[in-house]
């Protein structure tokens, strides 16, 4: 089955705890991106990747880091987590086309709280 | 800046009523368009996506949508609703513009079906 998948699905950590949250598509997509979803804010890019050793910050790429060493994974790390990244987070990917993402298929999430 | 509005962010509505939620964008150039929805506790997923060609594009779940180039606008549509379709519902837009990689997101509408 064609999908995203993230884990941990939840996690509640404390400030400063270094966290991984891993993201893996088996669709063999050149597109991989992280979002975060806060109400009222609806979804802010975190970073973004073209293509494996190919990334880029997205609009909240602050506190937050990722890394592209294979195609199919795209792990987002928090060095020194802080109760303001406590948020949803979602993890996408998508072909691209034209050199520009198509349609994306998101991963189910992942709930991070940050004590 | 680029930039997407829907302009209801809340909308509430009876069985078997109609739909339309509005999207317009910023931008003056070629554009992708997309709808997403999200149910309840679950991740984001495609209802509809414009790329080129007719400008009335059907998704899944009955749902269509309109692009209009002058108004720079991507109205959602559905023509009854169900109970079933209680979820938030976002926009975005890829332009062409340059580097840039990145979809631009609406805030997202949050619709209440009654039954």
């Known amino acids: 089955e064609a999908q995203v998948t993230q884990n941990p699905r939840y996690l509640i950590t404390v400030t400063g705890k270094k966290l991984t949250v891993t993201c893996s598509q088996n669709m063999n997509h050149e597109y991989m991106s992280w979002y975060r979803q806060d109400p009222g804010l609806g979804l802010r890019q975190i970073y973004y990747?073209?293509?494996?050793?190919?990334?880029d910050k997205g609009d909240v790429p602050e506190g937050y880091k990722v890394s592209r060493k294979e195609k199919r994974n795209f792990p987002l790390i928090l060095e020194s987590p802080s109760p303001n990244q406590t948020s949803l987070y979602f993890c996408?990917?998508?072909?691209?086309?034209?050199?520009?993402?198509?349609?994306?298929?998101f991963g189910p999430g992942t709930r991070l709280t940050v004590l | 800046a680029q930039s997407v509005s829907q302009h209801n962010h809340h909308v509430i509505l009876s069985e078997a009523a109609s739909l339309e939620l509005g999207c317009n964008y910023s931008y003056g150039g070629t554009v992708n368009l997309f709808w997403y929805v999200q149910y309840p506790g679950q991740h984001l997923q495609l209802l509809l996506k414009y790329f080129s060609g007719d400008p009335l594009v059907k998704g899944i779940k009955g749902f269509e949508a309109e692009f209009i180039k002058s108004k720079f606008s991507f109205n959602l549509r559905k023509p009854s609703v169900q109970w079933s379709d209680t979820a938030e519902y976002f926009c975005?837009?890829?332009?062409?513009?340059?580097?840039?990689?990145?979809?631009?997101w609406g805030l997202g509408t949050s619709l209440a079906v009654n039954p």
């Open positions: 975005a837009v890829n332009p062409y513009s340059g580097n840039n990689r990145k979809l631009i």
């Open positions: 996408a990917s998508s072909l691209l086309a034209g050199g520009r993402s198509t349609e994306q298929f």
């Open positions: 990747s073209m293509n494996v050793e190919v990334t």
